[in-house]
């Protein structure tokens, strides 16, 4: 068929035909949008999930519906060789610039630029040629102590106090929150805490993998109550079935019910899996139906692709040590994936592949669901693992 009328959208964070199976979060989203914006509390949301479960997809979803309920919206992802501060200090600038816009340059807005000023001195971050405001002095003891727990609340206390007195909400979107390291989580735990207590319009909504909610209540043990930590996992067989075939009904396309059944039995129901099958599937297809040969089919260029494009790019990130844990990981069925069993096919101690353990964790390859255990944070990883490093 068509290949330039496909309706499958297979790549990071590419919205696709039909957003199921997330409805119960998008309603949560839209309750404490208008619930902050009209200075009640409630809590933020962080989505926690594996890698390809559609938690960027979902987060641009719900940045639409903050868009359209009258928020301003700041968007940021964060990796391991940029810091909070450098992160959020240009967006805010440029937030505060827009509100300047907006109805002259009120005094909340003078300030929040004074303050945000002595922020960008304070933390002493490399941040090129930017310079907060034309003519604007920093505040003096506002935010410029250089300790960011303490600095980033009295940055986000005014900035929401500038935007409060534009009548105009703000909502923080954060994706990969799991790179930050403690003293930035805690600080934005912090900020996040006085947004509450103060009922001031800034929200954020933010998405990591699922060791972030330990991160957070290791980090502020109250980080349980300020939070909502939805769990974004795979699609259920009902859902994935109509992931896959309303989009192409919607073409006047059929899929077979035994390809649809392949397709989730290859899958498991991972949302970016699908699109990629559904995907290849289509371009196979002489016309409708799509069949289980046509399926079975695809599989062949489906999982090439995968291995390329999905899988190696995070592979060859690893060192050879790395390598050769997880590859230790994946000969392992699930249940059995500890942190001692592996250090003994690895046939080393504890001691010895804490390090590749820890190294593994901050790369966001593996996670620990409970004390002592492994899984990977990219789902069918270990199958690609025997596939490229059959011994």
Do not use: C
Request: proline share 6%; aromatic share 8%; hydrophobic share 45%.
């Amino acid at each position: 068929m068509d290949a330039i009328h496909n309706p499958f959208s297979p790549g990071a964070g590419s919205p696709p035909p039909e957003l199921v199976g997330r409805t119960d979060v998008l309603e949560e989203t839209r309750i404490l949008l208008g619930r902050v914006k009209e200075g009640r509390p409630e809590k933020s949301i962080l989505l926690t999930g594996l890698r390809g479960v559609g938690k960027t997809v979902l987060l641009l979803e719900m940045e639409r519906l903050a868009i359209a309920a009258g928020y301003r919206t700041i968007v940021v992802e964060a990796h391991e060789e940029k810091s909070l501060a450098a992160l959020l200090v240009p967006p805010l600038r440029a937030l505060l610039f827009e509100l300047d816009r907006v109805a002259g340059l009120g005094e909340k807005t003078k300030r929040a630029l004074r303050v945000l000023k002595g922020f960008l001195n304070g933390v002493k971050v490399s941040m090129g040629n930017i310079e907060v405001g034309l003519d604007i002095d920093a505040e003096p003891g506002a935010a410029d102590s250089g300790d960011l727990e303490n600095d980033l609340p009295n940055v986000f206390i005014a900035v929401a106090e500038a935007a409060h007195e534009r009548k105009i909400p703000v909502a923080l979107f954060i994706d990969e929150l799991q790179y930050f390291n403690t003293k930035e989580l805690s600080a934005l735990i912090m900020a996040m805490h006085k947004m509450q207590q103060a009922r001031l319009p800034l929200v954020l909504l933010g998405a990591g993998l699922p060791i972030l909610p330990r991160l957070a209540g290791e980090s502020k043990s109250y980080a349980e109550r300020l939070f909502s930590f939805p769990k974004i996992g795979a699609l259920s067989q009902e859902d994935a079935f109509k992931a896959l075939r309303e989009p192409t009904i919607a073409a006047g396309v059929a899929f077979d019910d035994d390809a649809l059944a392949e397709v989730f039995r290859l899958t498991e129901g991972y949302p970016y899996f699908l699109q990629e099958w559904g995907y290849q599937a289509w371009n196979r297809a002489p016309a409708s139906p799509i069949t289980l040969a046509i399926v079975r089919d695809a599989t062949a260029t489906v999982i090439p692709r995968l291995d390329q494009n999905f899988f190696r790019v995070r592979f060859d990130r690893m060192t050879v040590g790395e390598k050769r844990f997880l590859r230790a990981m994946a000969e392992l069925p699930a249940d059995a994936r500890r942190s001692g069993t592996v250090a003994e096919a690895l046939g080393s101690t504890l001691a010895g592949t804490g390090p590749l353990r820890a190294k593994l964790i901050k790369k966001g390859m593996i996670y620990s669901p409970n004390h002592g255990e492994l899984a990977f944070s990219v789902p069918l990883f270990d199958l690609f693992m025997l596939r490229v490093m059959p011994a």
